[in-house]
């Protein structure tokens, strides 16, 4: 991991904290894998990351009550406001990284932006995000904490939604990080965890971790879903 791209996400993390939005979104992505070493700090754990992404969850109903203007926020570090899609979904673009805000996607879902007004952009919504939501852990950056999905639902949701890339070496990079971090949670003694958030999601969902799996010789980490 890059040294300037990681303390380009801490002075993000800083800011983001100091305005008060930080304690009400989840870091979610790739990004949370150097963070994790703080929760596996009693076990050998090696982070590594190569990716621009980082992705905020803002859970719904949002619980942001101060407005802030988050473009206006980074601006001074070099960030620009970008466009993704035909539908103009907001991200904060720099060279090093790339800022986008998602929003968990609800009903029949919908290929709009979900309007975040109080921080001054919009966040695209996606299926599962539920998941990320739904069982989080904190960890001590600096002087203040950072909200992250707890491993067991990080890995299991990269396991659903893996199977949902287009481009084939990513999926298996999303696969890989799964199963690395599944490996340290059992590491760390919590298979009963795995095990019970597994068996928390509907059918469909762990029949698709099931599946993608399979491919694989993990055979630990299956025996631990099935049991």
Excluded at 64 to 84: A, C, N, R, S, T
Aim: net charge positive; aromatic share 10%.
């Amino acid at each position: 991991m890059e040294k300037k791209q990681y303390e380009l996400c801490l002075e993000i993390l800083r800011r983001l904290n100091r305005t008060g939005v930080l304690k009400n979104i989840v870091l979610i992505g790739s990004w949370c894998i150097p963070f994790y070493k703080e929760y596996f700090r009693r076990r050998e754990y090696v982070p590594s990351i190569k990716t621009r992404d980082i992705d905020f969850l803002v859970p719904i109903p949002s619980k942001i009550q101060q407005k802030v203007d988050v473009p206006e926020l980074l601006k001074d570090l070099g960030f620009v406001v970008g466009f993704k899609g035909p539908h103009g979904y907001i991200r904060l673009e720099h060279p090093r990284l790339v800022v986008e805000f998602l929003v968990p996607e609800k009903g029949k879902g919908s290929d709009k932006p979900y309007p975040l007004p109080k921080l001054g952009i919009n966040a695209i919504p996606l299926r599962f995000l539920n998941f990320l939501s739904d069982s989080t852990i904190k960890v001590k950056v600096e002087d203040f904490h950072l909200s992250l999905p707890h491993p067991a639902n990080f890995s299991l949701h990269k396991l659903i939604v893996f199977q949902r890339r287009i481009k084939k070496d990513k999926a298996m990079k999303d696969r890989n990080i799964a199963i690395r971090i599944l490996k340290a949670l059992v590491n760390e003694g919590e298979k009963d965890i795995i095990n019970q958030t597994f068996h928390s999601i509907p059918q469909e969902w762990q029949k698709r971790i099931v599946k993608g799996l399979e491919e694989t010789k993990e055979r630990e980490i299956l025996d631990i879903l099935k049991f």
